[in-house]
């Protein structure tokens, strides 16, 4: 867990990076997030070749066009109506339409107002890919299931 902990500086990259890729993003289509509750579960994916070099070595993931990323983000609605960022435990799989899959293993990114659960994965080109994530953040209820489809392209 100590090698994913990062100093205040080397954090900003990623955090920008994350921003700059969402508003892109957005512009294509709406924002991914889903509303439970007071909870907003915000997702993304893309592939690593997005990553600046420098960020991509701060947090230890391989750039290449074959190997993309999910971020997710779980916000609170607080008394005042504004949204806080809180910890969310997340697990699921990958896979393609045939059923054949694999297991996600997602690590934390905390800064100072925001959490991040992310892990990276392989894909095959204009496939589409299926996504099956259970996102845990209040201890006393079930696990949200969280699914989409998306598919990829090599830059």
Known sequence: MSRFLMTPFSLTPFF?????LLVMMSSAKAEQFEQVGDYQIHYNTFTTSF???QVAKAYNIVRSRYQAMINISVLKKQTDGRYKAVEALVTGDVGNLAGQSVSLAFRSIREPNAIYQITTFRFTE?????????VRFDPNQPAYDLSFIRRFYGD
Do not use: G, V
Not at 16 to 20: D, G, N, R, V, Y
Not at 126 to 134: A, G, H, S, V, Y
């Open 51 to 53: 990553l600046q070099p």
């Open 16 to 20: 920008a990076t994350l921003c700059l």
């Open 126 to 134: 204009d496939e589409p890919t299926r996504f099956r994530l259970k």
